[in-house]
Structures are given as structure tokens and as C-alpha cells.
């Protein structure tokens, strides 16, 4: 484990060659399975299979029994399951973006949590991508969804938003899991060569043949920025198209140009917090608390603010322009939203995104391990519940007040919906746990760079 011991110097104080020897031992050791802190890390990754293999008995009496067990029912279709996969997307397309954003600004302190938040998107991706099959009445046939080539000459439905969802989400999966996998190619190769048996016979293969010459640093640092580049661009036209599900429907509610940026924002805005709520504990798990900071997390909450501002700002927009269109079906939408059967989600969805991020302008909340916890969890009840209330409350209150119904979870979905969250966390674990946590090769170039730049001023 990484030393946390504060009579242990820390890394940045020791000579650059200790330094570096230093850091390869540390996020080495966050490998090693006979650690006393690995009892703790195997019993988190135990409850959370608990979690998803419940879930997954509730999933298959639904399959026996059919969706009547859930509470869905005319006019609302789309329910708890479709809110979740949007919570989940907005979690998997942030981890990633924010990792390439601040890398094309140069922050230095993306390095604490890069790893950490491209792990959580693949992971995200592959928990939203449950849900549309989940709503499914007839899983089994899940694969209609992708547009292969069959001998039937038969294509699948590109007018679709589902379609949509399975064309971008896939597109963002592959582009995530190469951005990830390239970064960790210097680690494997440190970990073989640090390594003997069959661990090191794995990441041998994982390091394809990575050497550390200046001509292979060179085509990476290319091949690495080029797919940050991309990937930017790309998350933000890939959750629009997620927006656009909602957005090409006439439902009041939905029906708005918004509903792209609204969406990239509140993807940016979750997936921060979700970094916080697996970061704070994560780092005592994995003993990585000498390479992810207070200062790392206090930079994390910084943006978390700043985005709160623009989520905040989006949920003002869209009262503004429903009023100001005076269109009578969304105008009385959105009295419904603030008055009506989902008034009170409504309203915590406001505290918990708009109101609880403030508490970081003050730096001693910012810089308290127990309070950045608790607000990111916070946030991360209010985005779903934002979602939740996004998919349900248009759908239960539409144009005829003859249709209009009310529909709540029942206990088969709510059981359903903490088992993803056990399988997010299950993968997450077991992902980040066996594949060093902290990126070895940026945070020892962090260290080399004001070394040489002290020699030659010397």
C-alpha cells in the first residue's frame, strides 16, 4: 500500500531518483492481494455481487412473469428503467470527456483521477447498456437493436431513437476503451517488468511490446492527444443524440432545443460527483491517499460548482421559454412538475443539484473528506431524480387530461435499480483494483519536468 504515515516523507520532498523508484512501489502495491487492506476492498466487491445477483433473480421471475410486476402502465411506459439508463449514460459519458478536457488544458491534477474516471465510464456504459433490455418485454431479442447484416436482408428501424441510443452508445464505448487501454499501455509494461509468473506473463500481453523509446513516447503522445480530441467532440454529439430521444417527441416537456446542452451539462455535472463518491473511499481501499489529495478532490468540487451553476441555469431556461411560449399543454406541464404528484421530487432535484453544491465555496468544505462524500451523494440522488421526473411526469401529464395517471417504482424495480448500482461498483472494483489505479508514467513525468527545469535554471 501507499504510505499514508505523515512521518513518511512525501514523494515531490524526496530526490528525483528515490521519487521515482518511490512511485513505482507504491502503485505497485495497490496490486498485491495479501495487504491488510484488501480485506476490506474483497468484502465491498462481495456485498456488491450480493446486490446485482439479487437483482438478477428479480430480473428473471420479470422475464417468467412478464412487466406486470413493474408499475409501469398507460399513459406511462417509459418508467424507472429508461430514467436509470439516462442517469447512467450521463455517468458514462462525463468520465471520459472530463479526463481528455483536462488533458488538452494541461491540468496536472487530472492525473489523480484519470484513471479512476475512465474506468468508471466503460463501466458506466456497460450498466446503461442493461436497462433498454431490462424494459424489454422480450429480452431475448435485444440484438434487433443493432444494425448487422443478416441473410433476411432485413435492417433494423434507423428512425428509431433507439437505434440512436445503440448506434452513439456504442460508438462512445469503443472510442472510451481505446483512449483507456492506450494510457495504461506504459503501466502494463512497468508491471511486467516488475513482475514474474503469470502476472507477469498477462500484462506482458497487455504492454504489447512497449519498450519506452523515444520514437514509441513520441507516436503515443500523438496517438494519445488526437483521441482526446476526438473524444470531446464526440461526447458532446453522442449524449445529444441520447437528448434527442426525448427532444423529436411532441410531449410537453421534451419537446425542446435544450435538451442537448441541458443533457451534456448534467453528464459533466453527475460524473463529477460520481468521481467524488468512488474517489473518497477508493483512495483508503486502494491506499492510494499519497497520490489523490485534498488538493486533487478540492480541484473536483471547484468544477462541481461551476457546473451546478450552468445545470441551474438550464432548469431556468426552461421555465423562462415555457412561459414565454405560452403554449397551454407545457405551461400547464410544468405547473404540474412544481405542484403536482411529483412536486416533491421535483423540489429535492433542485436542493440537491442547485443548492447543496454551494456549500463548496467555502474551502473547509471543500477540503473535507466526509462532506465532499456526502454532497456527491447527494448530487447523485438528485440527477436521478431529475431523470426520473424528465421520463415520468411528461408522460404522466400530457395533452388530455382524460389520459393523464401517476406511476411510482414498484419494490421488483426498486431492487432492480440497486442492483445496478452493486454491478457498477462490483465492475468498478474489480477493474480498478487489478490494473495500477494512478497512472505511474504522467505522475513521474509531473516529476521530472520541474526537476530538469530547476537544473537548468541551476
Known amino acids: 500500500m501507499a ?60 422475464i417468467y412473469s412478464g412487466l406486470h410486476i ?14 436509470t439508463f439516462v442517469f447512467w449514460i450521463g455517468i458514462a459519458h462525463s468520465g471520459t470527456l472530463i479526463s481528455a478536457i483536462l488533458f488538452l488544458f494541461r491540468a496536472r491534477w487530472r492525473t489523480s483521477i484519470a484513471r479512476a474516471a475512465e474506468t468508471m465510464t466503460i463501466v458506466a456504459i456497460a450498466t446503461a447498456g442493461l436497462f433498454p433490455i431490462l424494459h424489454l418485454g422480450r429480452a431475448w431479442r435485444f440484438y434487433w437493436l443493432i444494425p448487422y447484416p443478416n441473410e433476411r436482408g432485413l435492417w433494423v428501424n434507423f428512425s428509431s431513437p433507439l437505434i440512436w441510443d445503440a448506434v452513439a452508445v456504442g460508438t462512445y464505448f469503443v472510442a472510451s476503451v481505446l483512449f483507456w487501454f492506450l494510457g495504461l499501455i506504459p503501466d502494463f509494461a512497468s508491471v511486467r517488468d516488475h513482475t514474474a509468473g503469470w502476472r507477469g506473463w498477462i500484462f506482458g500481453r497487455l504492454a504489447v511490446g512497449w519498450r519506452g523509446s523515444a520514437h514509441e513516447w513520441r507516436h503515443f503522445r500523438s496517438a494519445y492527444a488526437v483521441l482526446a480530441g476526438l473524444i470531446t467532440a464526440l461526447v458532446i454529439s453522442v449524449h445529444s443524440i441520447v437528448s434527442w430521444d426525448f427532444a423529436v417527441a411532441i410531449v410537453p416537456g421534451w419537446h425542446s432545443t435544450i435538451f442537448a446542452p441541458y443533457f451534456v451539462a448534467g453528464a459533466v455535472f453527475s460524473g463529477l460527483a460520481m468521481i467524488l463518491t468512488l474517489l473518497v473511499p477508493g483512495r483508503v481501499l486502494l491506499g492510494i491517499r499519497e497520490y489523490v489529495t485534498d488538493d486533487h478532490l478540492e ?24 412561459w414565454y411560449r405560452g403554449e397551454p399543454a407545457e405551461r400547464s406541464q410544468f405547473l404540474f412538475r412544481a405542484a403536482g404528484a411529483y412536486a416533491p421530487l421535483v423540489w429535492l432535484a433542485i436542493v440537491c443539484n442547485s443548492i447543496v453544491p454551494l456549500a463548496f465555496l467555502r474551502r473547509a468544505a471543500r ?67 487489478h490494473i495500477p489505479s494512478v497512472p505511474m508514467a504522467e505522475t513521474k513525468e509531473h516529476l521530472i519536468t520541474p526537476a530538469s527545469a530547476e537544473a537548468a535554471d541551476s
Open 70 to 83: 413493474t408499475g409501469l402502465l398507460h399513459p406511462v411506459m417509459w418508467g424507472a428503467y429508461i430514467a
Open 3 to 62: 504510505a499514508t504515515d505523515p512521518d513518511v516523507p512525501s514523494v515531490s520532498a524526496l530526490p528525483l531518483p528515490v521519487a521515482l523508484r518511490r512511485v513505482t512501489r507504491d502503485i505497485l502495491a495497490t496490486l498485491e492481494w495479501h495487504t491488510p487492506g484488501w480485506l476490506a476492498y474483497w468484502g465491498a466487491v462481495g456485498l456488491c455481487f450480493f446486490l446485482w445477483s439479487l437483482a438478477l433473480l428479480v430480473w428473471t421471475y420479470q
Open 299 to 322: 480541484q473536483v468540487a471547484k468544477l462541481i460548482v461551476a457546473v451546478s451553476l450552468i445545470v441551474t441555469y438550464s432548469y431556468a431556461s426552461e421555465l423562462f421559454f415555457a
Open 367 to 433: 477540503r473535507s473528506p466526509a462532506v465532499l462524500f456526502a454532497i456527491s451523494i447527494a448530487i447523485n440522488i438528485g440527477m436521478w431524480t431529475e431523470r426520473f421526473v424528465i421520463v415520468v411526469a411528461s408522460l404522466a401529464h400530457e395533452y388530455d387530461s382524460y389520459s393523464w395517471g401517476r406511476y411510482w417504482p414498484t419494490a421488483f424495480e426498486w431492487t432492480v435499480l440497486l442492483g445496478s448500482v452493486g454491478w457498477f461498483l462490483f465492475w468498478f472494483l474489480l477493474i480498478i483494483g
